[in-house]
């Protein structure tokens, strides 16, 4: 091993460096120390030691020792997670290494292989395949199994048979290690059956997937996260094979579907790749994704395990479910082993960007004011900008801590009583700092609404903690309630809000029941010239007053209400509605007798159009966990699924790609 005593010794010598004293350890015996704590996967203690040696002259940017540790501190930073300092550390020093290629051939190897691998995480395959091969053509420059496997990895999706010769490659490599485990040898062939099985040689990925499972030391209940990996693939395999039964019996060794204390339900947000030539995926392309979700409800890793795409297609699934979140609260319960070994069944949207709530416009008016108080830019990362509105919660001007207090909603998926605090505290702020009414008119809207969404969490609690049938019942919160806010002239006065409050109260009420009071509502916002004729919110009136007039068999007043919203035919409206859901169709005949049997439960978000007559066409999944099990029965079942006919005037789709979950679960 190339150490830099040396070059150490030389430039002492040049700056006339006094001699230390002798309880001293020397810049050379800090240097070995820090970078054998890198060797040994002690990079925290590691990282510190060579920002300390870096701040010496000796290491000054440009020298020899200076890009060692430049390199070697990079390779560390990769390893901890920060990929994107580790990546600029290691490009900063890594041509001056390259000028001497033979002394440092060992340093220069591993610095490529970090960089492959940060390539490899963020899914830039093609990227990450280049350094890999950078390093293959370094002689001794990286263990052969190591590199070969690093190489399947990076080229696994691009069909052909390089990714297989690779993979074999590795395991040949893999056998030659006298102390090579049977558990170790299993992830080799795991890697290659991966590649088989994206090849469509299912039988053979099949076959070589049984064998890794006798590797791994067979079917037991105490397993490692890569027995569970293993174990998922297998039942993937199985699935792809028509083995049916057997793939729901290896699944139910993964745990997925069978998480105890808590249902693992859908995440909060869950933003998914659209279907076009923009991003190259087809309606009928779909994914394997496996995630680990941490304890804040963020996703810290996405791994594609199956496609049958491209490399650009496993990616672009891959991160659209890094993106996903989960509310903490609805997670705490699940074990944190089960959260680091799901897997999910994805597919892209025709829906492009998720329709925007009633309450957006009025949301995207205090976003405005809130940026302008804290001079945030025009875009900004999510994970910045939650943690910077958390910093600013405690600041000394309250005008920052009510935008700061009125976003963190907006931004970031919590609880709706985590929401309702925050926007307690946001309104009693708004009296001290003397906010516009507008400002204060959207913190009450949205502190209502909060109450209410946490009244209704409670009863969905309280539901599920009761066992008898004899156990008091408890009423939901009357949208109508939220009616007298409109008591308070400043809120009256503002169209906008008023008109909110208006639609949000008369879309949950407008059944056959209460439809007159329901229609007075929306014609109060139709007739609002205070909005623009086009404004999403009349738009969204007109539209429902045409439905209530066509069902009155009113088609004249209803076509005059559809042509005054100047929506296309096939728009639901600019804003979140569609028509109301009459029945589900649903039943407990229509719970899979596989998943019961072996006890899964899961859930299924679908996609589908609505035709005018209410009937939904086109059905699909769009993303199911666990993968397979429910998939194909939510789709059959969504078929008796009915939704308020909707007035268009030649009676076609009412409403393009809709979304809908359902949740399946046992007694």
Not at 400 to 415: H, I
Request: hydrophobic share 45%; proline share 6%.
């Amino acid at each position: 091993m190339i150490t830099v005593i040396a070059l150490l010794a030389t430039a002492a010598s040049a700056a006339a460096q006094p001699a230390p004293e002798p309880a001293q350890r020397t810049l050379q015996q800090q240097f070995d120390e820090a970078r054998t704590q890198a060797e040994t996967g002690q990079c925290k203690v590691a990282i510190p030691a060579f920002d300390a040696l870096a701040a010496h002259s000796s290491f000054k940017a440009g020298t020899l020792p200076g890009a060692m540790v430049s390199v070697l501190k990079g390779i560390c930073q990769i390893k901890t997670g920060d990929a994107a300092e580790g990546e600029r550390a290691i490009h900063d020093g890594l041509p001056r290494l390259q000028r001497d290629n033979d002394t440092f051939r060992r340093e220069i190897a591993d610095a490529l292989l970090a960089l492959g691998d940060s390539a490899l995480a963020r899914w830039d395959y093609a990227g990450a395949r280049r350094f890999f091969e950078q390093v293959a053509a370094i002689p001794n420059g990286a263990y052969p199994a190591v590199l070969n496997l690093k190489l399947a990895q990076a080229t696994a999706f691009d069909g052909g048979e390089a990714p297989l010769r690779y993979a074999s490659a590795a395991i040949d490599h893999a056998r030659e290690f006298p102390d090579i485990t049977d558990k170790k040898l299993a992830e080799y062939h795991t890697i290659h059956a991966r590649i088989l099985l994206n090849q469509g040689r299912n039988s053979e990925a099949y076959a070589e997937f049984k064998e890794v499972l006798k590797l791994s030391g067979g079917l037991d209940l105490k397993v490692s996260l890569a027995d569970v990996a293993m174990r998922g693939d297998l039942a993937l395999a199985a699935q792809l094979n028509g083995d049916d039964d057997n793939a729901r019996r290896y699944l139910a060794y993964t745990g997925a579907g069978r998480t105890p204390e808590s249902p693992f339900n859908a995440a909060s947000f869950m933003d998914l790749p659209i279907c076009g030539t923009e991003t190259g995926l087809r309606p009928e392309d779909f994914a394997v994704v496996g995630l680990a979700i941490g304890a804040d409800g963020r996703v810290i890793q996405a791994v594609p395990i199956y496609t049958r795409g491209s490399a650009e297609t496993a990616a672009s699934f891959a991160r659209a479910v890094s993106n996903w979140m989960w509310n903490p609260e609805a997670i705490k319960g699940v074990p944190s082993f089960y959260l680091m070994t799901s897997r999910v069944e994805v597919r892209c949207t025709k829906v492009g960007q998720q329709v925007p709530s009633l309450t957006r416009p009025i949301e995207n008016r205090f976003r405005q004011w809130a940026a302008t108080q804290l001079a945030l830019p025009g875009t900004q990362d999510d994970g910045d900008l939650s943690r910077r509105l958390h910093a600013e919660t405690e600041a000394a001007d309250p005008l920052r801590r009510v935008a700061a207090q009125g976003l963190l909603p907006l931004v970031e998926p919590a609880s709706a009583l985590t929401n309702e605090n925050l926007l307690v505290s946001a309104l009693s702020d708004a009296d001290t700092a003397q906010v516009p009414a507008e400002v204060r008119n959207f913190l009450t809207i949205a502190h209502a609404l909060a109450q209410q969404s946490a009244t209704a969490y409670a009863l969905a609690a309280h539901a599920l903690a009761q066992k008898s049938a004899m156990a008091p019942k408890r009423r939901a919160a009357d949208p109508r309630s939220l009616l007298t806010l409109l008591d308070a002239p400043a809120m009256n006065e503002d169209a906008l809000a008023a008109d909110t409050i208006r639609l949000v109260v008369a879309l949950p009420i407008s059944s056959a029941k209460a439809s007159a009071n329901a229609a007075e509502l929306f014609q109060q916002v139709a007739t609002d010239e205070r909005l623009a004729q086009t404004h999403p919110l009349r738009q969204a009136a007109y539209l429902q007053l045409a439905n209530i007039a066509a069902q009155r068999g009113d088609f004249t007043k209803a076509r005059g209400y559809f042509e005054a919203t100047g929506l296309t035919e096939e728009q639901c409206a600019l804003l979140g509605i569609r028509p109301a859901m009459r029945r589900s169709g649903l039943n407990s005949n229509d719970f899979p007798a596989g998943a019961m049997q072996y006890g899964f439960e899961g859930w299924v978000k679908l996609e589908f159009d609505i035709q005018s007559d209410g009937k939904p066409a086109d059905i699909r999944t769009i993303v199911a966990y666990p993968p397979f099990i429910f998939s194909d029965p939510a789709s059959k079942s969504a078929q008796a699924m009915r939704f308020e006919s909707s007035y268009r005037p030649s009676g076609g789709t009412s409403c393009s790609a809709q979304q809908t979950g359902i949740f399946y679960r046992l007694p």
